[in-house]
């Protein structure tokens, strides 16, 4: 069992920075294919980005802005965001599960954290 709390959400202006971060409990965390999606008011819940063993994938919509990343002495994953835009805004997620690939789709996670609210205002 893994139990995920993310923080690190807020309020910035467009073209503005935030740092999400995934604590994660367990021994094991270096083991876990981790990602972060986030759903929008109104919205299905979509892919953000994925990381595991070395290996990272991003939507489209984030490619050049976001970057995941992960601590594993820590662990903890990580989810830095720049040059936020209005559409941005959503509840942001992070999602693991115990695999050594990266997974895009949210039906391939076992575990989930509360999510956190990220706002991008124009």
């Known amino acids: 069992q893994v139990h995920l709390v993310e923080s690190g959400g807020g309020l910035v202006q467009a073209g503005g920075s935030l740092r999400l971060s995934c604590a994660a409990s367990g021994d094991t965390f270096g083991s876990y294919a981790m990602g972060w999606f986030r759903q929008a008011p109104g919205k299905e819940r979509e892919f953000v980005a994925a990381l595991s063993w070395g290996d990272s994938n991003y939507a489209d919509s984030v490619k050049g802005r976001f970057t995941i990343s992960r601590d594993n002495a820590k662990n903890t994953a990580y989810l830095q965001m720049n040059s936020l835009k209005p559409e941005d805004t959503a509840v942001y997620y992070c999602?693991?599960?115990?695999?050594?690939?990266?997974?895009?789709?949210?039906?391939?996670?076992?575990?989930w954290g509360q999510g956190t609210q990220v706002t991008a205002s124009s």
């Open positions: 999602a693991a599960r115990s695999y050594k690939i990266t997974l895009k789709s949210q039906y391939d996670y076992d575990y």
